[in-house]
T-cell receptor, first 113, second 112 residues
Framework: AQSVTQLGSHVSVSEGALVLLRCNYSSSVPPYLFWYVQYPNQGLQLLLKYTTGATLVKGINGFEAEFKKSETSFHLTKPSAHMSDAAEYFCAVSALGTGKLIFGQGTTLQVKP | SQTIHQWPATLVQPVGSPLSLECTVEGTSNPNLYWYRQAAGRGLQLLFYSVGIGQISSEVPQNLSASRPQDRQFILSSKKLLLSDSGFYLC???????????FGSGTRLTVV
């Protein structure tokens, strides 16, 4: 079975500081990995995804993530936080052969002025 | 381009009343369709998914049901709502064989 663990339910950074949101996955087969962002009372928006190929994936709004097979991780980073980045972030892994995504519990990012 | 519509945006219903939430997708054919529920502090729980008309898979036993009467229409229903059915309900679609989901804007359901 596949699973996702997001370390830290709440992360607080200052505006302009590095953003690092942690995600570890469990999968017996090569995974597809995703990061989604959710603003209050809205649906989820895809930030980026890894399927195959280059392990450093760039997404929207300046975010990127690196797939590290040896560490079973897919951490999300952004060099400089902006106030508009305050939201909830979800990491997800594909359930092979089913088309279903398994989501982590989410991390709320707070950006302080 | 593809779009997904979900309504209503908010809903307040008394315990024991019926429920019907609708989701439609435009601009694509034969999508995979999904219903998720998001309860406070509990992440996203997959409720139902469908790979075609009339084909519904249920992920967890509960007070809800789903139907797909048309290729691009997905309906979430209940005959009698419980307090525990409160939450934020999200519909999503993906292409067959593609794991990238596109989510609707969600319905905030409060059962009182």
């Amino acid at each position: 079975a596949q699973s996702v663990t997001q370390l830290g339910s709440h992360v607080s950074v200052s505006e302009g500081a590095l953003v690092l949101l942690r995600c570890n996955y469990s999968s017996s087969v090569p995974p597809y990995l995703f990061w989604y962002v959710q603003y209050p009372n809205q649906g989820l928006q895809l930030l980026l995804k890894y399927t195959t190929g280059a392990t450093l994936v760039k997404g929207i709004n300046g975010f990127e993530a690196e797939f590290k097979k040896s560490e079973t991780s897919f951490h999300l980073t952004k060099p400089s936080a902006h106030m508009s980045d305050a939201a909830e972030y979800f990491c997800a892994v594909s359930a092979l052969g089913t088309g279903k995504l398994i989501f982590g519990q989410g991390t709320t990012l707070q950006v302080k002025p | 381009s593809q779009t997904i519509h979900q309504w209503p945006a908010t809903l307040v219903q008394p315990v024991g009343s019926p429920l019907s939430l609708e989701c439609t997708v435009e601009g694509t054919s034969n999508p995979n369709l999904y219903w998720y529920r998001q309860a406070a502090g509990r992440g996203l729980q997959l409720l139902f998914y469908s790979v075609g008309i009339g084909q519904i898979s249920s992920e967890v036993p509960q007070n809800l049901s789903a139907s797909r009467p048309q290729d691009r229409q997905f309906i979430l229903s209940s005959k009698k709502l419980l307090l525990s059915d409160s939450g934020f309900y999200l519909c999503a679609w993906s292409l067959q064989g593609d794991y990238g989901y596109t989510f609707g804007s969600g319905t905030r359901l409060t059962v009182v």
